[in-house]
T-cell receptor, first 111, second 115 residues
């Protein structure tokens, strides 16, 4: 798995965009960037993943730099329910690979 | 789609007894499942990877005789904590890789308290 670095914590105002950065400078060419989040005492929830291109779904957007050394998860309109620990993970996809969790970023959305 | 159901959501057991946690894939076949443990205020730590029909692969430092993993079918993996002790109290979470998709889905977790 690629080593990832994320800020320990971030704050965001409700209704504003939350931009969560992740550095993964050692990511290899076949490794995806995955984002998961964990709300207290629940299992992690899938958000989005990508390889090279930017991705968007109903939850978030993922912007991956051209050199793939970093990425940003964007929650376009953060709500109080988005308060969680967000994990950025770099790994190959599929059953032959595993997700190794770092410490993640605690995002607190404030009213 | 790609839902994993984990039971029980919480369990309290006496020291020395064994506890079984089940993880079921509801709408897909999970050839590979993963078991994690999470202590308070810490991140998830991978314990083992289980493949259907074969022995589980344990991470370094995880006692395979204490944490028995069975993945006998494509929809069910179980983790049995044998001779549980208070230090085994933790949040246990299962996960499965989703076929034909490079994603992973997680169960809701099991809070184990050993008294």
């Amino acid at each position: 798995d690629a080593k990832t670095t994320q800020p320990t914590s971030m704050d965001c105002a409700e209704g504003r965009a939350a931009n969560l950065p992740c550095n993964h400078s050692t990511i290899s060419g076949n490794e995806y960037v995955y984002w998961y989040r964990q709300i207290h005492s629940q299992g992690p929830q899938y958000i989005i993943h990508g390889l090279k291109n930017n991705e968007t779904n109903e939850m978030a957007s993922l912007i991956i730099t051209e050199d793939r050394k970093s990425s940003t998860l964007i929650l376009p309109h953060a709500t109080l329910r988005d308060t969680a620990v967000y994990y950025c993970i770099g790994t190959g996809g599929g059953s032959n690979y595993k997700l190794t969790f770092g410490k993640g970023t605690l995002l607190t959305v404030n009213p | 789609g790609a839902v994993v159901s984990q039971h029980p959501s919480w369990v309290i057991c006496k020291s020395g007894t064994s506890v079984k946690i089940e993880c079921r894939s509801l709408d897909f076949q999970a050839t590979t499942m993963f078991w994690y443990r999470q202590f308070p205020k810490q991140s998830l730590m991978l314990m083992a990877t289980s493949n259907e029909g074969s022995k589980a692969t344990y991470e370094q430092g995880v006692e395979k005789d204490k944490f028995l993993i069975n993945h006998a079918s494509l929809t069910l993996s179980t983790l049995t904590v044998t001779s549980a002790h208070p230090e085994d109290s933790s949040f246990y979470i299962c996960s499965a890789s989703i076929p034909a998709d490079y994603g992973y889905t997680f169960g809701s977790g099991t809070r184990l308290t050993v008294v």
